[in-house]
């Protein structure tokens, strides 16, 4: 299989199980294997000795004439060559055919013809990202608005198509600093160039969105509550988390949205409705380090055994950091089927193309299950997490067979 290749094999031709248990070509074998085994000395690719042997290689039968050598078996084909290989898809079992020029039994036959593509259910990421005039205040070496913009450019480049990206920033470039208006960037497919051109450009003084104002305040509340009063973070149908970035402490002269203690009453009704909220915070002077601890404990995201709630981003390397942990934290462990299985039993899922299937586990706690109400996958425990830190980048989710998809 390809590197990061996710196949659902079979669902278009479910009609067509029934090719996976004993062809014509099998009974066939079976019947010459019955007729002969009272003449001959039985060979099941373990090497035969005296008479005519009969031999099934991996599931199939012919005579050869003169016996077949230790070490050897006979072919569909009438000859005979070395066990462990083939020489016709004969030679082969179930939903496997023969690579003649390698003499190889490879995955295959009519479990394997038909390939249609799963996708992960991309979970809801909403960036909000402070703006204000204190962000241009240095961080190792950079501005903490060139590390920030940095950082977020390079997840959006590494996790490109795993997440529907959202964007704002607060204050917006509306003369009232207090206030946000409507969401510029909702969650949607397919934003990542968009938001990234947008971030890109504001490394440049002269940009709107450089943090210069119009109005130099901190204004979390109202951008709390702008995340809180979007609907498309509310799909029930996939993950959904918001992220805020800031390097300061709600400014007194704004309370639009109750100030920290209004943050902290909708980052705790977000939680109750399933939307966790990362809090990232610029270590130095100006932040508020009790504000953010409740707003992490309260996003239901907090980092443990650290200092701190809330992800510390002393500087660019931290911040790669907190956002690669916060990545690897909310990936997707569902896959959406293309096709809905008539059969889910017949459902086997492979990783990385090792031909021992991955055990369904009800009970979530590892392995995998499928939810027939949404035609999904989803891995759990152990699995999951090598899926989410990248160790696994070759899922195959196959009807029918048990075997994992060929190329």
Not at 163 to 188: H, I, K, M, V
Request: charged share 15%; hydrophobic share 35%.
């Amino acid at each position: 299989m390809r590197a990061a290749s996710f196949g659902f094999v079979g669902l278009a031709a479910l009609s067509l199980a029934a090719a996976c248990g004993s062809s014509a070509r099998e009974r066939g074998a079976q019947q010459q294997l019955t007729t002969n085994a009272s003449a001959s000395s039985a060979s099941t690719g373990m090497g035969g000795a005296g008479g005519a042997a009969v031999s099934v290689g991996t599931g199939f039968g012919e005579v050869c004439n003169p016996t077949c050598k230790p070490g050897e078996f006979c072919s569909i084909t009438g000859t005979c060559i070395p066990e462990g290989t083939c020489a016709d898809d004969a030679d082969c079992g179930d939903s496997l055919l023969c690579d003649v020029p390698n003499a190889t039994c490879v995955p295959g036959g009519a479990c394997g013809k038909f390939e249609v593509k799963i996708q992960p259910v991309q979970p809801n990421l909403l960036i909000v990202l402070d703006r204000s005039c204190s962000m241009q205040s240095p961080a190792g070496g950079s501005s903490r608005w060139t590390v920030a913009v940095s950082a977020l450019l390079n997840l959006m480049t590494i996790h490109k198509g795993k997440f529907r990206f959202g964007f704002t920033a607060f204050p917006d470039l509306d003369q009232d600093g207090c206030t946000q208006t409507p969401l510029p960037f909702p969650p949607a497919p397919d934003q990542e160039n968009t938001i990234g051109g947008l971030l890109f450009n504001s490394l440049n003084f002269i940009d709107p969105v450089f943090p210069k104002g119009p109005a130099c305040v901190t204004n979390i509340d109202t951008a709390v509550l702008q995340a809180k009063n979007e609907p498309k973070l509310y799909d029930p149908d996939r993950d959904n988390y918001v992220m805020l970035v800031t390097d300061g402490a709600q400014s007194p002269v704004c309370n639009a949205a109750g100030g920290d203690t209004g943050s902290l009453q909708m980052i705790t009704e977000m939680l109750a409705a399933k939307i966790k909220t990362f809090v990232i915070g610029f270590g130095g002077q100006g932040i508020d380090i009790d504000a953010l601890n409740s707003f992490a404990n309260a996003g239901g995201t907090p980092v443990m055994n650290a200092p701190v709630s809330f992800y510390d981003a002393a500087d660019g390397a931290a911040l790669d950091k907190a956002l690669a942990s916060i990545a690897s934290l909310t990936l997707s462990c569902t896959f959406s089927l293309a096709s809905a299985p008539e059969d889910p039993n017949k459902l086997s899922v492979f990783l990385q193309n090792d031909p021992t299937a991955i055990p369904r586990d009800p009970n979530h706690l590892t392995g995998w299950d499928y939810d027939a109400s949404t035609n999904e996958v989803t891995f759990y425990g152990p699995t999951c997490d090598l899926i989410k830190g990248g160790t696994i980048t070759d899922i195959d989710i196959v009807y029918g067979c048990d075997v994992p998809t060929p190329d």
